[in-house]
C-alpha cells in the first residue's frame, strides 16, 4: 500500500548558522529563509565601507548566463568604475563566489545580479517577493528586516497598521550575512514567502546592498 503523502505544514521556519552550509537549508520544503551568518572578509569591508563613504550614487544590473556550472561568472565591467579603490578585486572575487554558489546549490542557469547603494528604504513596508528565491547580503550598513511565521496577519501585508511594532518581535540581518529568502513562486512555497522589508538607514547612512535573483 503506497504510505499517504503528508499534508503541507501550516508554517516555516528559519536556519541561522555559522557555515554556508546552512544556506543549503533553503531546499527544505518548511525552511523559508536560509542565512550563513558570517564576517566579512576585513579588505572586503573595508571596500564596502569606502565605497559608501564616497557620499555617491550607485547602481548596476547585470542578467548573468551560466552555460557551465564550473565556469567562473564574467563580472567584467562591474563596478569598473571603482576599480582604484583598495580591496576592488577582492571585493569583485567575492561577489563572483556568491553568484557560483547560488547557481551550484540551486541549479540556477540564469542569474539577475543587483549591486546598489541606498540612503533610504527600497520597500519600506513588510511584503513577501514573487520570485522563486532571493539571495540578500548587505556589504556595509544596516541590514534587511524580516519576521518569523505569524508575527504579522499575511492578509494585511502592506497595511502600515498591522505591521508589528515592538522591536522584539523584528528580526534583522547584521552587515555580512548572506541570506536566502524562499518567495511565493518557489513551486510548494505559495503562501509562505518569508515577510520582509528594507530598513530605514539613520540620516547620513547609506548601505551597499547585493541581490541575486533565480531566473532560471
Known amino acids: ?48 565601507k569606502l565605497l559608501v ?10 542578467s548573468l ?19 582604484d579603490l583598495e580591496g576592488y578585486e577582492g571585493f569583485i572575487a567575492d561577489l563572483k563566489w556568491l553568484v557560483s554558489a ?20 527600497m520597500c519600506p513596508r513588510f511584503h513577501v517577493d514573487h520570485v522563486p528565491v532571493r539571495l540578500i547580503t548587505t556589504y556595509a550598513g544596516i541590514g534587511s528586516e524580516w519576521l518569523k511565521e505569524g508575527q504579522m496577519d499575511r492578509q494585511q501585508l502592506g497595511k502600515p497598521l498591522a505591521e508589528p511594532q515592538e522591536k522584539s518581535r523584528i528580526q534583522q540581518l547584521v552587515s555580512g550575512e548572506v541570506a536566502l529568502l524562499k518567495g511565493e513562486k518557489w513551486h510548494g512555497n505559495e503562501g509562505f514567502g518569508l515577510i520582509h522589508r528594507s530598513p530605514q538607514p539613520a540620516p547620513g547612512e547609506r548601505r551597499l546592498m547585493l541581490t541575486l535573483d533565480w531566473l532560471g
Open 102 to 121: 547560488f547557481a551550484c546549490l540551486l541549479g540556477a542557469r540564469r542569474i539577475g545580479l543587483r549591486l546598489r547603494v541606498l540612503d533610504k528604504a
Open 1 to 48: 500500500m503506497l504510505a499517504l503523502k503528508p499534508l503541507q505544514s501550516k508554517t516555516r521556519h528559519q536556519v541561522l548558522g555559522p557555515t554556508p552550509q546552512a544556506l543549503a537549508s533553503i531546499l527544505e520544503d518548511e525552511i523559508n529563509l536560509a542565512v550563513w551568518q558570517r564576517q566579512l572578509p576585513l579588505h572586503v569591508a573595508d571596500f564596502a
Open 65 to 83: 548566463e551560466l552555460h557551465d556550472e564550473n565556469a567562473e561568472p564574467d563580472l567584467t565591467g562591474l563596478a569598473s568604475g571603482l576599480r
Open 53 to 62: 563613504s564616497l557620499n555617491e550614487p550607485y547602481a548596476e544590473a547585470l
